[in-house]
């Protein structure tokens, strides 16, 4: 067994109601390091009768849970994000074994997570109900806010840690219990994080775990009755299929479906700041994020000072193991996101497109074959697959405008729309571009704008669902109205 987990000594079984379990059948499936392909570990392969379970550890828990005063879910929930911050490394070392993503990514996805929980244990202080005037004498009306009940999420393993902390902070903040499906090809994170969960004191049922068959999992959450939320992070087809399932019990949805992000750098930009922020935006985690920038509009007068820049620097990113000393650049996931990876670039290429830089697996010494080149492109056009297709890897494409008009035009020629840049120094025009791209997160003069007190959702086939800010609390809790006759 490889060191990070020998010496953690760390939980690899499903937590159901407070214990510790494995699959019925004894099942279990393995987990491996996207560098080397080690055996990391191996965990339960549950289904669908240890998700009923899950589910009604959550519905018993649910009671006592959302009885208890908001202050004593905010207490635990922030010792859950101190012990969290407390393991950073530890944390950051699993998540970078089973995910890819260099350890400074990973240190800073832990703090990233933290601060969900963190943001969300402060707003259970918050969530304020009203009283609204009524037309008779007589009568009172009251507005309360309340917990929805037993709650899921299924998320994904390009954020391994933070896509369940966003939707698990407040889920139990406003006095939800949860049932966690995390990504099969990362389920040590979110195992870890339910032994922290333990260890800060939230009582047995309230967080439960379980690793398996997604499409077991998925379906029991939908089908079950006892389930009244559930919050998906992937892609836009699976979000669609949740989306029908959830016709059955009308189970609410919030959706953080795929994106297809454009990034604009006018005439007027500060060069340098737009290729830091490009690289910021596009390299994060190889390009496996769903707000990664997938489409660069580069006006006319600064292209070349733009793809020059752009691709000088791309050219000298170290890549490697993450867990390894400045490295910039990790494996991608699998196989399958190598070889979309390649048909992308390939396709770009063969229908006329430049590769200027990249454009190649990168062969490092003793590693799997799942490294990819920091890949820029010149001269995307309409007809090709990457101007259609989310690509998920290290490859940005790049095409001139000449007018504004035109920028917007083709920055919004998408069925996605979750994440958009642009970059001006003209204070008219951005506030013009920012309020008509058709995104849900504009990054104005900035390639990173994800943060917890911000909403983060898409708009159109991107999904919907606020999650973060205040906002969030909406997504967890019910309005019910009290017309009070005196
Ligand atoms: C995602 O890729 O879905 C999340 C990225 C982020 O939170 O910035």
């Given at each position: 067994m490889p060191q990070t987990l020998d010496q953690q000594k760390m939980q690899t079984r499903n937590l159901i109601g407070g214990k510790w379990i494995d699959a019925d059948s004894g099942d279990e499936f393995a987990v491996l390091d996207p560098a080397t392909d080690e055996h990391i570990a191996s965990v339960p392969r549950c289904g669908t009768a240890e998700t009923r379970r899950a589910i009604d550890a959550a519905a018993e828990a649910f009671k006592p849970w959302s009885a208890r005063p908001a202050v004593e879910r905010y207490r635990m929930l922030r010792s859950l994000a101190d012990a969290m911050m407390r393991d950073q490394d530890r944390l950051a070392r699993l998540m970078t074994s089973e995910q890819g993503k260099p350890l400074a990514e990973a240190k800073g996805e832990v703090a990233y997570a933290a601060s969900f929980i963190e943001w969300a244990a402060e707003e259970a202080k918050r969530v304020y109900g009203e009283t609204v005037p009524a037309s008779f004498a007589d009568k009172r009306i009251l507005v309360l806010r309340q917990p929805i009940g037993v709650t899921a999420c299924i998320t994904p393993w390009n954020f391994p840690l933070a896509m369940i902390t966003r939707k698990l902070g407040p889920a139990l903040a406003a006095g939800n219990t949860m049932v966690v499906k995390p990504a099969e090809d990362t389920p040590l994170s979110a195992i870890a994080l339910g032994e922290l969960a333990v260890e800060a004191g939230?009582?047995?049922?309230?967080v439960n775990i379980v690793t398996g068959e997604a499409k077991a999992i998925g379906e029991e959450l939908l089908d079950n009755p006892k389930v009244r939320k559930l919050s998906f992070t992937g892609s836009t087809p699976v979000g669609k299929l949740l989306l029908q399932k959830s016709a059955k019990n009308l189970t609410k949805l919030s959706l953080e479906l795929g994106g297809h992000a454009p990034f604009l750098v006018f005439d007027d930009a500060d060069v340098d700041a737009a290729v830091k922020g490009a690289i910021a935006s596009k390299y994060r985690n190889m390009g496996q994020?769903?707000?990664?920038?997938?489409r660069f509009y580069v006006q006319d007068g600064i292209y070349d000072a733009f793809a020059g820049k752009l691709s000088e620097q791309v050219k000298t990113m170290k890549i490697g193991?993450?867990?390894?000393?400045?490295?910039q650049v990790g494996p991608l996931i699998n196989d399958d996101a190598v070889e979309k990876v390649q048909r992308h670039v390939d396709d770009a290429v063969q229908h006329g497109a430049k590769v200027l830089t990249g454009g190649a697996l990168a062969k490092v010494d003793g590693l799997t074959n799942r490294f990819y080149e920091p890949t820029v492109i010149d001269g995307f056009t309409p007809e090709m697959l990457i101007n259609h297709?989310?690509?998920?890897?290290p490859v940005a494409p790049l095409r001139r405008f000449k007018s504004e008009e035109q920028a917007i035009e083709w920055a919004n020629d998408s069925i996605y729309g979750l994440a958009a840049y642009f970059y001006t120094r003209d204070a008219s025009r951005l506030m013009r571009v920012a309020e008509q791209l058709e995104y849900g997160i504009v990054g104005a003069n900035d390639g990173a704008p994800s943060t917890v007190q911000a909403p983060f959702g898409g708009v159109k086939e991107s999904g919907f669902g606020r999650e973060g800010g205040k906002y969030v609390m909406d997504e967890y809790t019910e309005i019910k109205y009290v017309s009070w006759q005196l």
């Open positions: 939230v009582p047995a049922g309230v994020t769903c707000v990664c920038a997938n193991r993450g867990l390894d000393d400045g490295v297709e989310e690509t998920f890897g």
